[in-house]
């Protein structure tokens, strides 16, 4: 039995050595990508061995799929797997049958509908208003590097802009005045360059005009006259890991010991948003997003508050 399985392995083997050498010289695949499907391989071809399968040709999808769940549960004598690495294993083995299946060493592709498993859905992380509230209060000072801090971060709450948007703004960017009343409104440039107006609310409002009349002159006026709306210390564009820097500072004078970054800051704001009722298709627009589905994953947040509406105003809902 021992030698069989050491024969097969050797065919099996060889069928991989001539696939590897096909895609690396087809795809010109990075070094350590052809490592990574070597070693992904290579437990295929011991697996293959164990079940005493003889050529690529007795492969069945019986035991393609039987090795996807060996690679999740260790049931082959080898670690399990997370998610992301046992579909990176399962994308090699597909690559190897339908090389084999091209070739003509095989008459059919057994991997064909045998797809990796796909990560779950992250959920984005959000803080309540309360603790954006307090991390807001706890920023800035007086003076000129205060005043853009506070005005950076209620920026970022009130706009839901991504950091990179925020440091790249220039002040021709923020209209403060509009006639009658009507809210600030910011130009944001996202990703692709794309340009969205944004409203800027009352808070975020205040925050930048104080910035802007009592800060950034002092700040601009030891730099090299940079049109940027928010400024370091040295006149020039603050940086993102600067923003970031600047928001960690706040969170712990606040006390909050989440984990909180400028992208929390943006989650916060559709969350907070759509729990107060707004449309998803209006917090996708804000948000600069190219599909509505890249905004519903916020709806997942607020599910307990959705079932606590629809509790309170459905006549059938309760009794």
Known sequence: MAEAATRTANRIDRGVTDYLQHVGVERGLAANTLAAYRRDLARYSNFLAGQGVKRPGDITRHHVTAF?????????????LGVRSAARTIVAVRGLHKFWALEGTTTSDPA???????????????????????????????SATGLRDR????F????????????????DDVSLEHAGGEPAIVRLFGKGSKERLVPLGSYGARA??????????????KGKGTPALFL???????????????????????????????????HSFATHL??????V?????????????????????????LREVYAAAHPRALG
């Open 68 to 80: 996807a769940q060996a690679l999740s549960d260790g049931s082959d004598g080898a670690a399990a």
């Open 112 to 142: 064909s509908d045998v797809h990796p498993p796909m990560p779950g859905k992250r959920l984005p992380k959000a803080i309540s208003v309360g603790e954006v509230t307090r991390i807001l209060e706890a920023a800035g000072s007086d």
């Open 151 to 154: 005005a950076l971060l209620e």
């Open 156 to 171: 970022l709450y009130s706009t839901g802009a991504r950091i990179s948007e925020a440091v790249g703004l220039d002040v």
């Open 208 to 221: 930048v005009g104080a910035y802007v009349v009592r800060g950034r002159p002092l700040l601009a006026s």
């Open 232 to 266: 370091n210390a040295r006149g020039g564009r603050i940086s993102r890991q600067s923003a970031w820097t600047i928001l960690k500072a706040a969170a712990e004078k606040a006390n909050i010991t989440k984990d909180v970054s400028p992208h929390t800051l943006r």
């Open 274 to 279: 759509l729990e107060g009722g707004a449309d």
């Open 281 to 305: 298709r209006v917090v996708q627009e804000l948000l600069g997003h190219a599909s509505v589905t890249t905004t519903q994953v916020y709806t997942l947040v607020t599910a307990d508050t």
